[in-house]
């Protein structure tokens, strides 16, 4: 079954300190792996997308990363803003059906 | 190049009344998702269209629901004789035809339908 995890459910940490967030996918076959981010009463926004072949990606204070062997997904964030509270989720594409398979996120809270 | 539009934003019907969602996608994209999404829950699939086609309904429930993209105008979602359990935010999402990134989708804002 094709299932996308990720972990924490939620966080609080302090403005100015990084976080990292977890994706575990048993997606298959694999086409791409992206991160989202949904502020609240808004869509989702799209921050990084990778495929297969890539094991990171950057964007701004944003760093993803990708282990296509276990499977699992990082999404960094550095020097955390209150802007960034939200919630972040993990997306995972599967090849051929363009249906893309989506995590329940992790609601960040970031306090002054 | 505007985004992806839905409307309404917000629409409110009474139990055993229609709902029609509306969501126009981005310019030269042909992909057309609709995704449901509880309170406190993550998005859930529900169907999957083309230019006068649905390619993947797995996420529709069977009864009530239907949607449609026709060749001309906007995609519509639309909800028969709704109920309490109808009340959620509907998003709708479109990417291009297939090219180099399979599957970069845009989310419009969503609707949130309430159900009174």
């Known amino acids: 079954k094709n299932q996308v995890e990720q972990s924490p459910q939620s966080l609080i940490i302090l403005e100015g300190k990084n976080c990292t967030l977890q994706c575990n996918y048993t997606v298959s076959p694999f086409s791409n792996l992206r991160w989202y981010k949904q502020d609240t009463g808004r869509g989702p926004v799209s921050l990084t997308i990778?495929?297969?072949?890539?094991n990171t990606k950057s964007n701004g204070r944003y760093t993803a990363t990708l282990d296509a062997d276990t499977k699992q997904s990082s999404l960094h964030i550095t020097a955390s803003q209150l802007s960034d509270s939200a919630s972040y989720i993990c997306v995972v594409s599967a090849s051929a059906t363009n249906k893309l398979i989506f995590g329940t996120g992790t609601l960040l809270a970031v306090q002054p | 190049n505007a985004g992806v539009m839905q409307n309404p934003r917000h629409l409110v019907r009474r139990r055993g009344q229609e709902a029609r969602l509306r969501c126009s996608p981005m310019k030269g994209h042909s992909h057309v998702y609709w995704y449901r999404q509880l309170p406190e829950e993550g998005l859930k699939f529900m169907v999957y269209l083309q230019k006068e086609n649905i390619i993947d309904e797995s996420g529709m429930p069977k009864e009530r629901f239907s949607a449609e993209f026709p060749k001309e105008g906007p995609s519509i979602l639309r909800i028969q004789q709704v109920v309490r359990g109808d009340s959620a935010a509907y998003f709708c999402?479109?990417?291009?035809?297939?090219?180099?990134?399979?599957?970069?989708?845009?989310f419009g804002q969503g609707t949130r339908l309430t159900v009174v």
């Open positions: 990778m495929t297969f072949s890539e």
């Open positions: 999402a479109s990417s291009p035809p297939m090219g180099p990134v399979v599957g970069e989708a845009f």
